[in-house]
């Protein structure tokens, strides 16, 4: 069993930044993979990042990152843009192929 909470959210203008953070714990030692998700109002989820892939939308301005001390996952968003809201997920997949979220942290880029 995995746990996964966000946290860094919140409403910036665009062209700011903004880094989200999630910490994992439980048996973090089965995890496979992390990544960031997103799902804007009426929209599907959709991926943003894992540590080998990035979604066109956000490449160059979004970086993510990790800290096997902290168990924990970073997204670093630069020149946020209007179309970036949504509410952001991190997502693991453990060693025997189970996945886990966590509970979602809202991104709001005003224009």
């Known amino acids: 069993q995995v746990q996964l909470v966000e946290s860094g959210g919140g409403l910036v203008q665009a062209g700011g930044s903004l880094r989200l953070s999630c910490a994992a714990s439980?048996?973090?030692?089965?995890?496979?993979?992390m990544g960031w998700y997103r799902q804007a109002p009426g929209k599907q989820r959709e991926l943003v990042a894992t540590?080998?892939n990035y979604a066109d939308s956000v490449k160059g301005r979004f970086t993510i990152s990790g800290d096997n001390a902290k168990n924990t996952v970073y997204l670093q968003m630069n020149s946020l843009k209007p179309e970036d809201t949504a509410v952001y997920y991190c997502?693991?997949?453990?060693?025997?192929?189970?996945?886990?979220w966590g509970q979602g942290t809202q991104v709001t880029v005003s224009s």
């Open positions: 997502k693991c997949t453990t060693v025997i192929g189970r996945t886990y």
């Open positions: 439980g048996s973090f030692f089965s995890i496979n993979a």
């Open positions: 540590m080998t």
